[in-house]
């Protein structure tokens, strides 16, 4: 299917347990990006990538890792999870980073016991 | 630092009713805005963007202004339906050089009541 997809919908884990967040895109766009978003907040970017190799944080990164070997994978890897990691993450992609729009997964709803 | 509210965070209508929903920044030196709308356990979808240099964006019902000195925008919704029960989220892209660092408002869930 065409589009963008998040794997797994839901997750719960404990405390201390690396959890990897999948994202893929069919649509070979340049830029891919991960967000959380929390009650009460807008989204927060966490990472994102121009291009394949290409990554960057963005304002909350801490605690995170991502990695792009592939233009259409995005994966984002929680290496020790937290409680404060207890949050919905999106995935995004869009065709360049020139103000063009950003095209959203369904989000992973994490929870981390 | 740019901050993006969204007043009020809930809001109930009758089906039918006009209806504005607002959104403030406080650096007007943005780039774009966009506004989305996020259904719930779904992604977000992109309704309308609005470079900085134009004053509104209209698609069907939906109608967007932006007024980059008072770091205002609206989103006009026009004769609601209760298909339009969603969380509506505004957010600005700050520069060029940066356009893809959105910053987000909190969104307005809006429950169209038939």
């Known amino acids: 299917d065409a589009g963008i997809t998040q794997s797994p919908r839901y997750k719960i884990t404990e405390t201390g347990r690396q959890v990897t967040l999948m994202c893929h895109q069919t649509w070979s766009h340049s830029y891919m990006f991960w967000y959380r978003q929390d009650l009460g907040h807008g989204l927060r970017l966490i990472y994102y990538s121009a291009a394949a190799d290409i990554t960057d944080k963005g304002e909350v990164p801490d605690g995170y890792v991502v990695s792009r070997s592939k233009t259409e994978n995005f994966p984002l890897t929680l290496e020790s999870a937290t409680r404060s990691q207890t949050s919905v993450y999106f995935c995004?992609?869009?065709?360049?980073?020139?103000?063009?729009?950003?095209?959203f997964g369904a989000g992973t709803r994490l929870s981390v016991l | 630092k740019q901050e993006v509210t969204q007043i009020p965070a809930a809001l109930s209508v009758p089906e039918g009713e006009n209806l504005v929903l607002n959104c403030s920044f406080t650096?007007?030196?943005?780039?774009?805005l966009q506004w989305f709308r996020q259904d719930p356990g779904k992604g977000l979808t992109s309704l309308l963007l609005?470079?900085?240099s134009q004053r509104e964006q209209t698609s069907g019902r939906l109608n967007a202004s932006l007024d980059k000195s008072s770091g205002r925008s609206t989103l006009y919704i026009a004769a609601s339906q209760p298909g339009d029960s969603a969380t509506y989220l505004c957010a600005v892209s700050p520069t060029r050089d940066s356009n893809y660092q959105l910053i987000w408002g909190a969104g307005t869930k809006l429950i169209i009541k038939p």
């Open positions: 650096d007007s030196a943005i780039y774009n």
């Open positions: 609005i470079q900085s």
């Open positions: 995004a992609s869009s065709e360049s980073g020139d103000g063009n729009i950003q095209y």
